[in-house]
């Protein structure tokens, strides 16, 4: 850049070499990357360190951001209300009877989840204490019983209302309504992959299944749970209709959730209630932190104008929007082993998508590749943190269960590429519902 100290590439190789280099020295990833931009910041003449503080709390002047804690409190609501237990005897009154019921109720109530927090750590949380101990209790081996409740986790961020939809929303422009309903076909797919490949486990180990229950007792969970079901319907329809903005929606999700609650399951006291604000807390903090610490790791990305230096070459190999789809799921697929997936979209999202405009990507179906892409990265290490949550609850290494999760990621990269080959699956409700949010 001219007038700049350092060129582009000069710049690229200090931000990300600090970086990494805090990695390997465990430092939390929100820390490494404000400590990464320091170098540059105290060095550039025209920029000072106090810019940091600056760039990173401009990041916080977001109204759609707070819809982050919001959805993380209705998770917790959810878990310590008694709704979570409603979903449960529904998913096992819709599917107790396949091959495997147990693990496959794990990933219907994270369908179910997915619908009404938007949050993947909070239900890897809350179900590796449902689920790990009940399946190894049933014979369920530990390392499958690990991988299938963090992998059916990931559901969280692709099946609407999803938090790394928000924040790509927020940060780059795309209709958060269109992002939802993009996100249900390939959410479901990726849910009937799992549910396939646990058939496939419990065939041939031998999984226990539980007795087919009476079309009443179905009946009888629906009805129970119809309350519960209402959430992701409120959300989701209430922005289509334009009732509430994403924000809003997240408030309204915090409001019916505490109701449901202490209304009308009533199982949740002042002391439920505090633990739930106190988890939220903590898990808020963290990842309001990531943003505001990526985003001045991002601003001097721009400052240097480092993506059209990286994308310089890119640009000339002649990819049509399929091999650029491609090429964006690998390179978010890499980045999610590494990074959290909300800098990750900040960062690297940004780069990439002057890519995507160069071949007439869909704007939504780029936020849906990438977004699926980098919730892999939720369970594949060294990052991992839903993978690394469940192992924590089970009380081994990380390194135990990653043999069965590799392999439960496997059907679900193929339902990613042909989402990349074939875009309709991600725009076909957008384009029904609602094309106009496509526009």
Not at 244 to 259: D, G, M, R
Request: net charge neutral; with cysteine.
């Amino acid at each position: 850049m001219t007038g700049a100290l350092f060129s582009p590439g000069e710049a690229a190789s200090i931000l990300f070499g600090c970086f990494f280099v805090l990695l390997v020295l465990r430092v939390p990833v929100a820390f490494a990357l404000g400590l990464a931009c320091l170098p540059l910041f105290y060095l550039e003449p025209r920029l000072g360190t106090m810019m940091l503080a600056q760039e990173t709390f401009n990041a916080y002047n977001s109204f759609i951001l707070l819809a982050v804690p919001f959805f993380l409190l209705t998770a917790n609501l959810m878990s310590v209300g008694g709704i979570t237990n409603r979903l449960v005897a529904l998913s096992r009154a819709i599917v107790g009877s396949f091959p495997g019921s147990l693990a496959q109720i794990n990933v219907v109530l994270s369908v179910f989840f997915a619908g009404i927090s938007g949050s993947s750590t909070a239900d890897a949380a809350s179900q590796s204490k449902i689920f790990i101990d009940a399946q190894t209790r049933e014979g369920y081996d530990l390392s499958f019983s690990i991988a299938i409740t963090a992998v059916s986790a990931v559901l969280a961020v692709i099946i609407p209302p999803s938090i790394l939809m928000i924040v790509w929303g927020g940060l780059i422009s795309t209709s958060i309504g269109a992002l939802y309903l993009a996100g249900v076909v390939p959410g479901l797919l990726i849910a009937g992959a799992q549910m396939a490949t646990v058939h496939v486990y419990a065939v041939k180990r031998g999984y226990p299944t539980y007795p087919r229950e009476s079309f009443r007792q179905l009946l009888c969970s629906i009805w129970v749970s119809i309350p519960a079901l209402m959430t992701p319907v409120i959300i989701v329809g209430g922005i289509l209709a334009g009732w509430f903005t994403a924000t809003e929606s997240a408030c309204v999700a915090v409001l019916y959730s505490a109701v449901l609650s202490i209304v009308v399951y009533r199982e949740m006291g002042p002391k439920q209630l505090y633990g739930a604000l106190v988890d939220t807390g903590k898990l808020a903090s963290v990842a309001l932190f990531c943003i505001g610490t990526a985003s001045a790791f991002g601003w001097l990305l721009a400052y240097y104008k480092i993506p059209q230096e990286l994308l310089a070459n890119v640009t000339t190999w002649g990819m049509g929007p399929i091999g650029v789809g491609f090429f964006i799921a690998f390179v978010f697929l890499v980045v999610g082993c590494f990074l959290d997936a909300i800098p990750a979209i900040i960062i690297v999202g940004t780069v990439l998508e002057p890519l995507a405009k160069s071949v007439s990507m869909d704007p939504v179906h780029f936020a849906i590749v990438s977004i699926v892409s980098l919730a892999f990265g939720l369970v594949t290490p060294p990052y991992g943190l839903c993978l690394m949550i469940s192992c924590a609850v089970a009380g081994v290494p990380l390194r135990y269960a990653l043999k069965d999760t590799m392999i439960m990621l496997v059907p679900m990269i193929v339902v990613l590429a042909a989402m990349i080959v074939w875009p309709d699956i991600a725009l076909f409700l957008p384009r029904l519902i609602a094309p106009e949010l496509l526009k």
